[in-house]
């Protein structure tokens, strides 16, 4: 009887636990989660460039959560980055969103690199794993597949095409021979550059890719380039392993111009390898003052990394804040669909309070970003133009 007692007194003492735990569940108010996901060359030649992209949007995130999250009704949710590296390798950049949008359940992955873009396009829309692309390339014809599931927010690189070659053409050049980087990115530079060139009555000497993910010894390609005799040289990649080409090409003797493509950014690459090596450079003009909010910014990302900041931290930081934005307008975390088609409610961003300006977007995903070029003369950024509204001048 004894007995009897004890085990009934367990088994209350068991249910009264249960209820206990039930009920401080369902009074747990505290933020829910949801997971960003990014994959990005964060090892190798593209290292940097991968992790300036991923440190925007973590100062994004800390500023997001700082103000309370994602709020939808009386929800509100944290936001956690969850990058893996792919090297800048299509296979596993495929391998790391399967694992992001099916094991950690994000939504949203971020991809700064063209040849792992085009990959993704493959699988993002599979029914119930579907996942939006945050896609930071200048590669326009990522959103020409019909994807529906896709956000480009730099401008397309169509943009400085002809603008590099005006530019090129009064400095007296007009032999160009091509060292960019491989891959689809490299590829479409080359392609569309090389029509520009000629175009405009230029001859193109020489075509030498290198992979810029993986050579740090640009010498045998620089030799075979230079041989042709050219007055400028068209270069690109990330920004570190592009300054290393200016640097072994002036090492070489090469006297002339080099037209830098928009994935390397010319005070970076300065940053890297002095100023005075990067006379003749023409570029993206410099991050730090094209809008109100860029010094701001600027200064804020200093401080926090004691590095300089660069046009992926600024734009990718801008682009989080836009998608939290969309969000909160398609009131859920859960529906990539209906967060792509509320972005278009929530522009634009104004360069007055953000690191860039968003002005709008286009039904394919092409977002509107004004841009700058410039040039290194004498020792200084010179020949910057004002800003372009490249889509305003679209047919």
């Keep these: 009887m004894a007995t009897r007692k004890v085990v009934a007194l367990l088994v209350v003492t068991l249910m009264i636990g249960g209820l206990i735990a039930t009920c401080t569940s369902c009074g747990d108010t505290g933020p829910k989660e949801v997971v960003i996901g990014?994959?990005?060359?964060?090892?190798?030649?593209?290292?940097?460039?991968?992790?300036?992209?991923?440190?925007?949007?973590?100062?994004?995130?800390?500023?997001?959560?700082?103000?309370?999250?994602?709020?939808?009704?009386?929800?509100?949710?944290?936001?956690?980055?969850?990058?893996?590296?792919?090297?800048?390798?299509?296979?596993q950049g495929v391998s790391n969103a399967t694992r992001l949008a099916t094991d950690d359940g994000a939504k949203i992955i971020f991809c700064p690199v063209a040849t792992v873009i085009f990959p993704l396009l493959d699988i993002n829309e599979k029914k119930d794993e579907e996942f939006l692309i945050l896609a930071y390339t200048s590669i326009e014809m990522v959103t020409d597949e019909g994807n529906e599931l896709i956000v480009m927010p730099p401008p397309p690189f169509t943009v400085y095409t002809k603008l590099f070659t005006k530019l090129a053409m009064q400095q007296g050049w007009t032999r160009m021979a091509m060292v960019q980087t491989t891959g689809a990115y490299g590829d479409a530079w080359a392609k569309g550059m090389g029509l520009a060139w000629q175009t405009a009555g230029g001859t193109i000497t020489d075509h030498a890719r290198a992979d810029y993910y993986t050579e740090t010894d640009f010498v045998p390609f620089l030799n075979k380039a230079l041989a042709s005799s050219p007055d400028v040289l068209l270069i690109g990649g990330p920004s570190q392993p592009t300054a290393l080409v200016v640097e072994q090409a002036k090492s070489l003797g090469f006297e002339g111009g080099f037209i830098v493509m928009d994935q390397a950014k010319i005070d970076g690459m300065a940053g890297q390898i002095g100023m005075d090596k990067m006379e003749n450079c023409i570029g993206v003009a410099p991050v730090e003052a094209p809008f109100p909010a860029t010094p701001v910014f600027a200064e804020r990302y200093k401080k926090k990394y004691n590095e300089q900041v660069t046009w992926e931290s600024a734009i990718n930081y801008t682009a989080m804040i836009l998608l939290k934005d969309a969000m909160e307008s398609a009131k859920s975390v859960e529906d990539p669909m209906a967060i792509r088609k509320a972005v278009p409610g929530v522009l634009p961003m104004s360069g007055d309070e953000f690191p860039v300006t968003l002005d709008g977007i286009e039904n394919k995903g092409l977002m509107h970003m004004p841009s700058a070029i410039t040039m290194v003369k004498n020792g200084e950024y010179t020949l910057s133009s004002d800003l372009i509204y490249w889509w305003k001048e679209k047919d």
């Design 38 to 91: 990014l994959t990005a060359p964060l090892s190798g030649g593209g290292a940097q460039y991968g992790t300036d992209c991923q440190r925007g949007i973590e100062m994004a995130i800390e500023d997001i959560n700082k103000d309370g999250g994602v709020k939808i009704g009386d929800d509100s949710y944290d936001v956690k980055l969850s990058s893996l590296d792919d090297r800048a390798e299509p296979e």
